[in-house]
């Protein structure tokens, strides 16, 4: 089948996204191409925007255009709590679930099997958090797999010189599950049944 050559661009471009096969793509491409002109650049916009202004906070590493984040900003958030997350989607769902104490987002992600190795992730921001003293409890919100596990033993192992309490979700997370598509009931009752590890 020949396409003209931006069409077969487009596809191209929307092949490479998450869950997009080139089925998907092609059907993606033929409805932006007969969307109204606006709409369409509306989209390639909101991509360019957030793409230049949306940043990893310097402080928690949660995605924002101001920083600190909104989060960090809010001073009735209980500072003694810290939430180590792996995404930022994971933080938007563990809000989702009513949780009000700080986070850290690891922002990297740790794959046993993969490339990249434990000492490729840099914890030195979260040592530096918890090394202030203010930190009670560590909540290790991982998704509740082999890489969560061995990531959580890894900075279980990092943060033990510190007299720090070291959570981990559990109750109800199904194992193999992802906490960014789990639904925010169980996570509220991960986060109050968390176990000590
Ligand atoms: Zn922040």
Known sequence: MRLTRSLENLIEQLQKLPTIGP???????????????????????????????????????YLTESDPCVICRDLTRDTTLLCVAEEASDVMAIERSGYRGQYYVI???????????????????????????????????LNPDIDGEVLARYIAGLTAPFPVRITRLAHGLPVGGDIEYTDEITLRKAIEGRKEI
């Open 23 to 61: 089925k998907t793509a092609q059907r993606l491409a033929l409805h932006l191409l007969k969307t109204p002109e606006p709409q369409a650049r509306a989209l390639a916009e909101a991509i360019i925007q957030a793409r230049t202004t949306v940043r990893p906070c310097s402080q928690c590493g």
């Open 107 to 141: 922002n990297k992600e740790f794959k046993l099997m993969g490339d990249r190795s434990l000492e490729d992730l840099d914890f030195s921001a979260l040592l530096s958090k918890i090394s202030g003293g203010g930190v009670r409890e560590l909540i290790l919100a």
